[in-house]
């Protein structure tokens, strides 16, 4: 007989947050951990406003149940089932529940985005948000656990452990976010060691959510009832956007403890993409573009040399007419690799092989009209600011005309390992 002794509240600990690492940063709504409220049991919430100046003053906070309708709840900013957030720049706002509930009950919030101006600084507007539930008896706490965030997915990965003579458990709270009825498969792929090749599934699950509705629960229960002794991988595939959480029960001399797992986001995994990077005009205000490679993005909305520097690894430079090149800054480091358009030679650089090469954070890479750089195939590696590295390929130069001088946008192809 399966052991199902499970804390009461465990059930209702599972939750997803559609945002981003913890503390989750990201414009746009956000999909909070599964809230708990009850006798003993309550969540709480710090919020940031990560901006240097900037009011936000149109986000709401609003709770709903599992099956998606409004919960109204006792909080630390009234009881109601929705809230308008005012935070100054850099404030941190601390909301709870209250513990009120008249049984322990469960649900999730959404932090949501009704500001109407959009800003060419990325922290503007942006919540930062961390969660965590507490459990206590009388005045003392008698547990903590945290919630950490997740990007909302279609094709997600979990570890699963179950052991049943440890009173050992994988729990999955999933959350439908796509408005639609949502259809998740689940498949089984046990552990092997040593490692002898692919595996098939061991058993398949498939749930149907309706819009908004949340499920939290451990997996022998209704997804694999009878499954009790089980190590390996929990992959799910949607047919509309999901939040996912996985939670870990085992046994101890003094109780049950508690693990929450970060999925592994399975369409947020590619390293290598191609993207645009634009040469500023001469006219321009500041005459470069800054390239992030960690999150391999271009920041058409830069400013000024002092705009928000940190992210950013190397700046497309307009020189003068015809003069432009690749200068690394924030301490990241580049190193030309020479033209690398003939069978699989850019491929063949390892991350061993880019960890072994002399990288400068001062020499810039020419690419001006008289430059042998500015063709297709040339290639230079990165070790950005944070510490990663990648290797990037020229595979398009697009001429651009404004007031008779000639500008030279980049296509890049990126592959970045971090």
Not at 3 to 30: E, M, Q, T, W, Y
Not at 137 to 148: D, Q
Not at 213 to 226: D, K, M, N, T
């Amino acid at each position: 007989m399966i052991n199902r002794r499970f804390h009461p509240a465990v059930i209702f600990l599972l939750s997803l947050l559609a945002a981003l690492a913890a503390p989750a940063f990201a414009r746009g709504d956000k999909v909070v951990p599964q809230v708990a409220d009850g006798p003993g049991i309550v969540t709480k919430f710090d919020i940031l406003n990560v901006s240097d100046f900037q009011l936000i003053s149109k986000y709401k906070l609003r709770f709903f149940r599992k099956d998606g309708t409004a919960w109204t709840i006792a909080t630390t900013l009234g009881t109601g089932s929705e809230f308008v957030l005012n935070l100054n720049a850099r404030q941190t706002l601390r909301v709870e529940t209250l513990g009120k509930s008249s049984t322990t009950t469960s649900g999730y919030a959404v932090f949501r985005d009704d500001e109407t101006l959009n800003s060419q600084y990325s922290k503007d507007f942006v919540l930062g948000i961390t969660a965590y539930y507490a459990t206590s008896s009388g005045n003392s706490i008698t547990g903590m656990v945290s919630v950490p965030p997740s990007e909302s997915t279609e094709a997600f990965s979990l570890p699963v452990e179950m052991n049943n003579g440890k009173n050992m458990f994988t729990g999955l709270a999933i959350v439908n976010l796509a408005g639609v009825s949502n259809q998740v498969t689940l498949k089984l792929f046990a552990a092997t060691d040593p490692a002898t090749g692919p595996v098939g599934p061991e058993q398949i699950a498939t749930l149907t959510l309706q819009p908004g509705e949340q499920r939290a629960e451990f997996l022998h229960q209704s997804l694999y009832p009878g499954l009790v002794n089980f190590k390996g991988l929990l992959e799910g595939l949607a047919s509309g956007p999901v939040s996912v959480l996985g939670l870990v029960q085992v046994g101890t001399t003094t109780g049950p403890q508690y693990a929450t797992i970060s999925p592994t986001l399975r369409d947020f995994l590619r390293q290598n993409t191609n993207i645009m990077v634009i040469q500023p005009w001469l006219s321009d205000q500041t005459k470069f573009m800054p390239i992030d490679f960690d999150n391999i993005r271009v920041d058409y909305f830069q400013l000024g040399d002092g705009d928000e520097a940190l992210p950013w690894d190397v700046k497309y430079e307009t020189i003068a007419r015809g003069a432009r090149q690749l200068t690394p800054v924030n301490g990241a480091g580049v190193i030309a690799l020479g033209v690398l358009d003939s069978g699989n030679t850019f491929d063949d650089y390892s991350l061993a092989n880019l960890r072994t090469l002399q990288y400068s954070t001062s020499t810039a890479i020419d690419l001006s009209d008289s430059s042998p750089n500015l063709v297709f195939g040339f290639a230079f590696a990165v070790r950005t600011s944070l510490g990663n590295y990648a290797k990037v390929r020229i595979t398009r130069v697009i001429d651009t005309v404004q007031s008779g001088i000639t500008y030279k946008d980049l296509g890049l192809e990126i592959c970045i390992y971090r």
